[in-house]
């Protein structure tokens, strides 16, 4: 081809090059293009081939035009090339982010549960299902209250059961939340349901099992005709539902003065399953539950006719259930303010605390820790 040809042929690649540069938004398809064009095969690329078929003096002239439009073709394709790189990133970038300044706030769980807290919310809900009231009582209790009114005279020998702190305005620091029953039999007379969750003080050496400021949960239940078995059945429920599985129980008699006959729930050890642990004292059994039927005399001071009302009374080890629960070894934990202890609210399966190896200190049965 001549000269003016020549010009032609570039003139209409580069036309083709824009309008198709115009249309292209893939940035490997404007790769591949570009190689199709300025490439050693490509519609420019391979007219420097033909340079050597121009007279000598005309061959500088046309691979000077052909590169001149070469590299007006590269620019070109760079410059496309720049763009939708750009267009890309950007809308990458609003993909990417979800933050959408539109939705309303999102509250985040914040703060955490004390183990004992957790486990007497969990004991709440149980016998609000079941029927009963929360009631709550003072820690500073009239000495008639925690002893006499549940049939402990002054001089019964089941006072020495309790170490209690004497206070010098002559009441005491509750031994038990046992109390409460005298004060909701007065409060709301028969038939009557009410648990009542509470902190309890005893005047004790402090170790890995005895602290001398610990929870109970006490339940009372009166109407007619209640017996043992629906102390039982009721026992099996709540400690099923705390602990998130069926668990066997044992019962032994026991000996409180407020009830007769009086009996010892336990619950199979929930650290070694049943097979003996230090926590269980090798013996498989984990006393949780000392209850009974309400003695006559009990009712009694608290205006009720034992003639017409029966009914059930247990005191739970609400610190050693939680202690269960948690696989905590070491009651003193629980009241040391140590932030490892707390429940996260979004796994109240458990606390943050590393638990301890089997075979170290025991939670060692004792009436502190019930
Ligand atoms: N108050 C008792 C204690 O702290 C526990 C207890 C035993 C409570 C038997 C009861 C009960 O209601 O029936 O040792």
């Not at 003639?307 to 939680?322: C, I, K, N, S, V």
Request: glycine fraction near 8%.
């Amino acid at each position: 081809m001549d000269i003016s040809e020549l010009n032609q042929t570039i003139g209409e690649i580069e036309a083709d090059v824009a309008a198709k540069l115009a249309v292209t938004t893939a940035i490997d398809a404007l790769r591949g293009y570009e190689t199709a064009i300025v490439g050693k095969k490509g519609s420019l690329g391979s007219l420097i081939a033909s340079i050597k078929d121009y007279p000598p003096d005309q061959r500088g002239g046309v691979g000077q035009a052909i590169n001149e439009a070469k590299q007006r073709v590269q620019a070109k394709v760079a410059e496309r090339l720049g763009q939708l790189q750009a267009e890309h990133a950007a809308k990458e970038a609003s993909q990417a982010s979800t933050f959408d300044p539109t939705l309303p706030a999102t509250p985040r769980p914040m703060g955490s549960v004390h183990p004992v807290t957790a486990v007497q919310w969990e004991i709440e809900r149980a016998f609000e299902r079941l029927g009963f009231t929360v009631e709550a009582g003072p820690e500073m209790e009239e000495e008639y209250n925690n002893f006499e009114a549940l049939n402990i005279p002054p001089t019964h020998p089941a006072r020495d059961m309790q170490d209690t702190f004497w206070l010098k305005n002559g009441m005491v620091l509750r031994t038990h939340t046992s109390p409460v029953q005298h004060r909701s039999m007065l409060k709301f007379g028969a038939p009557l349901r009410v648990i009542v969750p509470g902190r309890c003080f005893r005047y004790e050496t402090i170790d890995a099992s005895h602290e001398n400021t610990f929870h109970q949960v006490e339940g009372l239940m009166i109407d007619r005709d209640i017996s043992i078995p629906n102390l039982i059945a009721m026992a099996r429920t709540l400690l099923a539902e705390v602990m998130q599985r069926e668990v066997e129980l044992r019962v032994r008699p026991g000996y409180f003065p407020f009830v007769e006959p009086g009996i010892e729930i336990d619950m199979n050890c929930q650290i070694c399953g049943g097979s003996g642990c230090a926590t269980c004292k090798r013996s498989g059994w984990i006393e949780i539950l000392p209850a009974g039927m309400v003695h006559p005399n009990v009712l009694r001071a608290g205006g009720i006719d034992p003639e017409e009302y029966t009914g059930f009374a247990f005191g739970l080890g609400l610190t050693r259930l939680a202690m269960m629960k948690f696989g905590f070894r070491d009651i003193r934990v629980l009241n040391a303010g140590d932030l490892r202890a707390l429940v996260s609210p979004r796994r109240l399966g458990g606390p943050t605390i590393p638990r301890r190896q089997e075979g170290a200190t025991s939670t060692a049965s004792c009436d502190s820790t019930s």
